[in-house]
């Protein structure tokens, strides 16, 4: 069932009136499911953030539309935008954006205290969320007080909490060290188990590993695409590695 | 590294930091302004030649200064440091040593401190010139202030910012120096704590304050407002900045605790923003609420005294004309009769001139200083802030004086105090007893003396009676010698002009060489001008000083919004990546502000209404006894300072929402 619908997609930076403009999108097409884990891997300037942006409602498209369960973003009034966010979306950065004036509790009720839920529920919801996440403990402390991977499992409780249908992840082991990367991961793949549809932007192939489909994206649009299907992971893992090496030598020939 | 190098770089620094060093040497530049401006008041003759009391506030009002402009400065530096911290960790990853950056920064120091400084002083002098010309067209005094600027008071100007923008480089210089390249560059990312309650300080604030306030609710007379005032305005400030810096994280940690009202989103995003932020802030709001309380005072207190000159005068003139004579070593008899030769002359000439003398009144009194114990007046030398003043009055002049007919036998005497409480039974006075016999009320001339000081008024039999209390005290060893002093106050008929040429010639007549005892003459018309042009001196300085705090506190909003701005804007950027919408965000901000702008502004009001009682009974000095005129002042300069400074808050709001948007 398709949960995720992105057609036609394209954006187009112009800076100034009259100056040619930046193609950072020229035509992305993919769909994705209800419960799916998707990988999004590009280099540096492919397009990966652009693309994010887009579907996170931050940024509009120049051309294309975006349909998430069946409603167009482009439709959606930017006075109920925030609300969409807020109920629809459950976001992960790369740099955590958790705000050290809150404790961790407070950086996870965020979300919920915007959309005015009783303080009831809220305590209903975050205890067993904390628990899931192993951080139980830490829910009194600020984000300064603890480790990178903490921050990172608060700010994925902060994305959760609201059940979102579908979490957008950018880079989040981008500010990882290895151990605390791969618990992170396994975090995933376990909240994907339960169902959670998932669209993650990566660099790391180890990373992207753990998805169930990765979309490889160069100049503006998707070239590429591995589902992982029954195989093992590490068969799964080469061949994203393979994928990748590929494309930078096709990028070779085309200059060419 | 060469000098010229250095320079260059530091130069180059500056031009390209300009969207921060602008206002900060704006900022600096307008603290230099107004010290030299406020400095220079302390060397001005007008200031100098009224009273000590004047030079002695104005002193106060420049060390105030003097520190406000030492924490103004640190501020605005700190805010400067914090935005270019990311630029000097470059700097040491790219190469350059710590000495090196530490040169470069300091030559910044240097170069931006002696702009602020030169500056600062040319547009002191200036607006000090232009605004005393302005003052003086609008105000349209009789005589005009002058405004100078002496050499000392560059000399103090000068050094004293030397001083600060030195102690604000050893300041960068141990930042950089203590500190490592990766958390330079990270720059104010860093985590602050959130700030710890600390009780003990609260209640240090709360003591402080209620000390202040309590001096000022109990003040008995004015001569002890007088000394006391200094002690209650500190206490008062310290307490401000107690209770700021502790008490506001007390409180708000408390709103944090109700959950109820904490989960809501604005009180959620105002809360903790002022939580998290009010270590710094808390000492901005201080700085705001006093200096507030400093322009409501000086506005309020001078705009009372101008427009109470009436009422001064008819208290210091109950008639318009009054006639004083208190010559040494004099006997009650000897001077009634030599008064009584110059009252004639008075008295021969206004009929000459066919003018009529209207409601005349003529005593004798002596004052004495001393203290009371249980029934016993104990005369003593030095007047001090708790001594008493005790009038005497002979009989027959008081009933004279109050159109009374009361009678008093041989031992007795009609005591009034102006303590209601005290009631005495007997009057003990230069080691005679008298039967003391209760007096309610006294004439209205000489109630107006009793207000300064704890006053007794106390009617004796006869004259002789007098005497040996005079004779009394003039033998005792040590005590000053006082005498009888005569007064004589009448109206007359006749037009303005009239009246004007009669008080020159009294004046003659009082002084003439033949009389054994010449008299002293005052008239009410040729005080007026006087008392006029001095009131109006002290309205003039307090409009100045009250611009001079106004712009003091425009320049900390100011500075307070656009940080809060630019530390506010990351957090509400990330909220609004989690679904904050700009409504509410509008709501949280706007809630904050509200905050930050009626705390300042209600302290001030709490502030002066708690100084009223004090500044009451200073001015009953100058000679304002009516609460009305005072009270209305008060409201009126307090409701028109939160007018402006609501205008400055808007327009400083403004700024600061666009930082965030």
Same mark, same amino acid.
């Given at each position: 069932?398709?949960?995720?619908?992105?057609?036609?997609?394209?954006?187009?930076?112009?800076?100034?009136?009259?100056?040619?403009?930046?193609?950072?999108?020229?035509?992305?097409?993919? /769909? +994705? &499911?209800?419960? =799916?884990?998707?990988?999004?891997?590009?280099?540096?300037?492919? %397009?990966?953030?652009? *693309? @994010?942006?887009?579907?996170?409602?931050?940024?509009?498209?120049?051309?294309?539309?975006?349909?998430?369960?069946?409603?167009?973003?482009?439709?959606?009034?930017?006075?109920?935008?925030?609300?969409?966010?807020?109920?629809?979306?459950?976001?992960?950065?790369?740099?955590?954006?958790?705000?050290?004036?809150?404790?961790?509790?407070?950086?996870?009720?965020?979300?919920?205290?915007?959309?005015?839920? /009783? +303080? &009831?529920?809220? =305590?209903?919801?975050?205890?067993?969320?904390?628990?899931?996440? %192993?951080?139980?403990? *830490? @829910?009194?402390?600020?984000?300064?007080?603890?480790?990178?991977?903490?921050?990172?499992?608060?700010?994925?409780?902060?994305?959760?909490?609201?059940?979102?249908?579908?979490?957008?992840?950018?880079?989040?082991?981008?500010?990882?060290?290895?151990?605390?990367?791969?618990?992170?991961?396994?975090?995933?793949?376990s909240i994907h188990q339960e169902g959670q549809t998932i669209l993650m932007v990566t660099h790391s192939a180890q990373a992207a590993s753990y998805s169930s489909r990765v979309l490889f994206i160069r100049d503006g649009r998707v070239y590429h695409e591995i589902y992982r299907g029954g195989q093992s992971n590490e068969k799964y893992t080469e061949k994203i590695t393979q994928a990748l090496l590929v494309s930078s030598s096709r990028g070779e020939y085309n200059e060419d | 590294?060469?000098?010229?190098?250095?320079?260059?770089?530091?130069?180059?620094?500056?031009?390209?930091?300009?969207?921060?060093?602008?206002?900060?040497?704006?900022?600096?530049?307008?603290?230099?302004?107004?010290?030299?401006?406020?400095?220079?008041?302390?060397?001005?003759?007008?200031?100098?030649?009224?009273?000590?009391?004047?030079?002695?506030?104005?002193?106060?009002?420049?060390?105030?200064?003097?520190?406000?402009?030492?924490?103004?400065?640190?501020?605005?530096?700190?805010?400067?440091?914090?935005?270019?911290?990311?630029?000097?960790?470059?700097?040491?990853?790219?190469?350059?040593?710590?000495?090196?950056?530490?040169?470069?920064?300091?030559?910044?120091?240097?170069?931006?401190?002696?702009?602020?400084?030169?500056?600062?002083?040319?547009?002191?002098?200036?607006?000090?010139?232009?605004?005393f010309l302005i003052l003086n067209y609008v105000l349209n005094f009789p005589v005009e202030i002058e405004y100078s600027i002496g050499w000392n008071t560059f000399g103090l100007t000068i050094a004293l910012f030397i001083g600060i923008f030195f102690l604000t480089m050893l300041f960068n210089i141990t930042q950089v120096t203590f500190s490592n390249p990766i958390r330079l560059l990270k720059g104010g990312k860093e985590g602050e704590k959130e700030p710890k309650s600390s009780p003990i300080l609260f209640v240090l604030g709360l003591l402080s304050l209620g000390a202040g306030y309590y001096i000022s609710l109990t003040i008995a007379d004015s001569m002890s407002a007088l000394t006391q005032f200094f002690v209650a305005v500190l206490l008062v400030i310290i307490g401000t900045y107690l209770l700021f810096t502790a008490g506001s994280i007390i409180v708000l940690k408390l709103l944090k605790k109700n959950k109820k009202l904490y989960y809501k989103p604005g009180p959620f995003i105002s809360i903790s923003g002022m939580l998290y932020r009010m270590k710094q802030h808390a000492v901005g709001l201080a700085n705001i609420s006093i200096l507030s309380v400093m322009v409501i005072i000086a506005v309020s207190t001078t705009i009372t005294l101008f427009l109470g000159t009436e009422e001064t005068l008819s208290i210091r003139f109950p008639a318009e004309n009054k006639l004083t004579m208190s010559p040494p070593d004099m006997s009650g008899e000897e001077l009634e009769q030599n008064a009584e030769v110059l009252y004639d002359r008075v008295e021969q000439y206004t009929e000459e001139q066919n003018l009529q003398i209207k409601d005349g009144v003529k005593y004798q009194s002596v004052n004495l200083f001393g203290n009371l114990k249980e029934n016993v007046f104990n005369i003593r030398e030095i007047r001090d802030a708790d001594g008493t003043m005790l009038l005497l009055f002979p009989l027959e002049d008081f009933n004279q004086m109050s159109a009374e007919e009361y009678n008093l036998k041989e031992g007795e005497a009609l005591i009034y105090s102006n303590e209601s409480s005290l009631n005495l039974d007997s009057f003990t006075i230069a080691e005679k007893e008298y039967n003391a016999i209760s007096l309610k009320e006294v004439p209205k001339m000489i109630k107006a003396n009793t207000q300064i000081v704890d006053t007794i008024i106390a009617v004796l039999p006869t004259t002789q009676d007098i005497d040996e209390v005079l004779s009394y005290n003039n033998e005792q060893p040590g005590n000053t010698k006082t005498q009888w002093q005569a007064e004589y106050h009448w109206n007359t008929t006749g037009s303005e002009a009239v009246k004007k040429d009669y008080a020159t010639e009294i004046n003659g007549i009082t002084q003439a060489d033949d009389l054994e005892v010449s008299g002293f003459y005052e008239s009410r018309e040729t005080s007026r001008q006087e008392w006029y042009s001095m009131n109006g001196g002290f309205l003039f300085l307090g409009i100045f000083l009250g611009g001079l705090f106004t712009i003091g506190a425009l320049l900390i909003t100011y500075f307070k919004q656009v940080s809060e701005g630019y530390d506010d804007r990351e957090r509400i950027q990330i909220m609004q990546k989690v679904g904050l919408d700009k409504q509410t965000t509008r709501q949280a901000t706007h809630s904050q502000i509200v905050w930050m702008f009626t705390l300042p502004i209600l302290t001030a009001a709490i502030h002066t209404a708690f100084a009223y009682p004090i500044i009451h009974k200073l001015l009953m000095i100058f000679g304002i006894m009516q609460h009305k005129l005072l009270i209305l002042c008060t409201v009126g300069v307090v409701v028109a300072f939160a007018l402006i400074y609501w205008i400055i808050y808007r327009i400083t709001s403004k700024v600061y929402l666009s930082i965030v948007e």
């Open positions: 069932m398709t949960f995720m619908e992105v057609n036609n997609l394209k954006k187009v930076y112009t800076p100034r009136l009259g100056s040619k403009g930046t193609e950072a999108l020229s035509s992305v097409n993919f /769909s +994705v &499911d209800k419960g =799916e884990f998707v990988a999004i891997m590009g280099e540096s300037g492919s %397009g990966k953030t652009t *693309l @994010l942006n887009i579907l996170s409602t931050l940024d509009n498209p120049t051309e294309g539309e975006v349909y998430l369960d069946g409603t167009p973003l482009s439709e959606i009034k930017d006075k109920s935008i925030s609300r969409f966010r807020r109920e629809q979306l459950g976001f992960v950065f790369q740099d955590f954006n958790l705000l050290d004036n809150f404790t961790i509790k407070d950086n996870i009720l965020l979300p919920l205290v915007l959309a005015r839920t /009783s +303080v &009831d529920n809220m =305590e209903k919801r975050i205890q067993p969320l904390a628990e899931n996440l %192993g951080i139980g403990a *830490l @829910l009194d402390q600020y984000p300064y007080e603890v480790s990178g991977g903490q921050k990172q499992r608060a700010a994925v409780a902060r994305a959760l909490i609201t059940e979102p249908k579908i979490v957008l992840a950018d880079e989040p082991t981008g500010a990882l060290d290895s151990k605390s990367s791969q618990s992170l991961l396994e975090l995933f793949e | 590294m060469k000098i010229s190098f250095i320079s260059k770089m530091a130069w180059q620094n500056i031009k390209s930091n300009r969207k921060l060093y602008i206002p900060y040497m704006v900022a600096a530049g307008t603290t230099v302004a107004m010290f030299i401006m406020m400095s220079a008041l302390l060397t001005n003759k007008f200031v100098q030649e009224r009273s000590a009391v004047l030079t002695s506030l104005f002193g106060m009002g420049t060390i105030v200064i003097g520190i406000f402009s030492l924490i103004f400065i640190f501020y605005t530096n700190s805010f400067l440091m914090k935005r270019r911290k990311k630029e000097l960790g470059l700097y040491s990853i790219l190469g350059l040593e710590k000495k090196h950056v530490n040169t470069i920064l300091g030559m910044e120091t240097v170069i931006a401190g002696s702009i602020s400084i030169i500056s600062g002083i040319i547009v002191g002098i200036l607006f000090g010139k232009m605004s």
